[in-house]
Every structure is written in C-alpha cells, then in structure tokens.
C-alpha cells in the first residue's frame, strides 16, 4: 500500500512538472514575439514622425541658423578670445575700415555681422528706412535709446543738418566704450553726439533739466524690447514730444513689442506706420520698424 502511494506521488510530481514545462516555453515564446513585434513598430513610428521632424526643420531653418551664429559662435569665440563680441567687432573695423570714411565704417560693420558674426545692427536694409526719414524731416535733436556698437549713431550722424546733435543712451559699460570709439573713429566728437552711458528710464526724465532738451524731434529705439513701452510713456509724460515728432522703433515683429504696438494704435496719439523687413543679416525671418509721428495730446 505504501509502494503504491509512493509511486503515485511520483507520477503526480512528474505529471505537474510536464503540465508547467509547456508554459513557461509559451510564455517565453509570446515576450520573444511582443518584442521583435515592438522592434518592427519602433521604425515604423520613427518614419512617422520623420516628415514632422523635417518640416519643422525646414520651417524653422532661419532661427536655427540665428540660435547657431548668435549664441554659439559667439560663446566659442569669448572663450577661446576672451574679447567680447562688440571688440572683437572694433578690432575687424579699425584694421578693415578707412577712418573718418563713414560708408566704409558701416560697410565693414555690415560685412562682419553679415559673414563673420551676428551682430543686431540695424543693417542696411532697414537703415535706409532710418535713412529716409532723416532726409525727410531734418531733425535738429535726436534721442537714441540702445547704442550698442554704434553702428546706428554713425548713420543718423551722417546724415543730420549743421547743429544738430544726437544724444545717445546705452547701459552696458563695455559696449558703450566700444561705440565711442567707433564714433570718434568715423570723425564724430562730443559736440555731435553725447553719449550717455545710463538706463534709458532714467535719462529721460532728466533730458531737460540735465541736458537742456526742450524738443525730441527724432526718437530711435532699438534697445531691450521690454523697454519700448515704459520709455515711451516716459516721454509722453516728459513734455519733450512736440506734434510731428517722430518714434522710429526697431525689432517690433522680431523679437517683438506687442504692448508697444498695441498703446501706440490705441492712445490716439500717434499716426503709426509699420514698415515691413525681414531681421537684420539673417533673411528668412520676418521683422519690421515702426514709425510713429506724434500727434500731440488732445
């Protein structure tokens, strides 16, 4: 009797060894399978996805070129330089450039931004927007608020009336010391253009009181584009804006200066113009200037 207990207890065993064999040989069989099948989908989803990804590149190749110009040829050469960008922009010009030349000065300013370094200029093309509206209305004061390097100073310079006089507004210590040298360089002195290394929504108040401005006849923003808005209230409250005055804005669709646009369309105050471009050395990416002339308070 116990023989036979014995013997049913192995075949039992046995029985249920040969009843999970098939299984986990099954279960091993379908990951195979759920794998190689996410194998096969994994190309399939990435060939799906491809047109997107090559549309966007394509859409957006212009900005890529920017992000690739402005931010990482820039860092590599402060690094392996250890000049600034706006120095090493000084340097190109006063080994490149004839002084007291202006249309040398800027054409050499344009060929570095264009093919060595991006540099936001106002450039060529929308500097004859600049252009023409200085040879319309011959303004005598001009106010200009983002010096930068200079390039756009040298170019409203050259084209004001005997006494007129430019008073320059730039924040950053370092590019200012390059721009005076750029403005020097193309033979414009102190008497010409003043320029004035403060923020921007502290020199406007003070205008009249420190500077003896009684009128703004041409305002040139091309600073931070958050500024835009604030600065431009400062003047409508400074008493500096006569009828006729004329805001030229640069950059107002790229980066942008929505707000801005919005009170200067919407406060009554202004005729506003937008002149469509595309962005400074970089075509393929929509910008314009806006040109405002002040209508005077009602």
Request: hydrophobic letters at 40%; a neutral charge.
């Amino acid at each position: 009797m116990s023989m036979c207990l014995h013997t049913c207890r192995v075949l039992s065993v046995c029985l249920s060894s040969e009843n999970r064999r098939p299984q986990s040989v099954s279960c091993g069989s379908r990951e195979l399978r759920i794998w190689s099948e996410l194998k096969m989908v994994s190309p399939a989803i990435a060939l799906a996805f491809l047109p997107l990804l090559l549309t966007l590149i394509i859409r957006y190749r212009y900005f890529f070129v920017l992000l690739y110009r402005a931010v990482l040829i820039r860092w590599v050469r402060d690094c392996l330089t250890g000049l600034s960008r706006e120095e090493r922009a000084f340097q190109y010009i006063l080994t490149h450039a004839t002084p007291g030349d202006v249309q040398s000065i800027l054409d050499t300013f344009d060929h570095w931004c264009s093919k060595v370094e991006f540099i936001s200029n106002i450039g060529p093309k929308k500097g004859k927007i600049l252009d023409r509206l200085l040879q319309e209305h011959c303004p005598i004061t001009v106010l200009e608020l983002g010096t930068h390097c200079g390039y756009s100073t040298v170019r409203i310079a050259r084209s004001l009336p005997i006494g007129a006089r430019i008073y320059s507004v730039e924040m950053d210590e370092g590019n200012a010391r390059v721009a005076e040298k750029i403005i020097r360089l193309a033979g414009f002195d102190e008497d010409m253009v003043e320029l004035i290394v403060r923020p921007s929504d502290e020199v406007i108040p003070r205008l009249r009181e420190d500077f003896g401005v009684e009128r703004l006849d041409l305002v040139f923003m091309d600073h931070w584009k958050r500024c835009y808005l604030p600065d431009l209230q400062l003047l409508e409250g400074s008493g500096l804006l006569g009828e006729g005055s004329i805001i030229l804005a640069d950059n107002v669709i790229f980066p942008g200066a929505p707000n801005f646009l919005r009170h200067a369309r919407s406060s009554g105050l202004y005729e506003v113009r937008v002149h469509r471009a595309t962005l400074e050395y970089i075509r393929g990416i929509r910008d314009g200037m806006a040109e405002l002339t002040f209508l005077g308070i009602k």
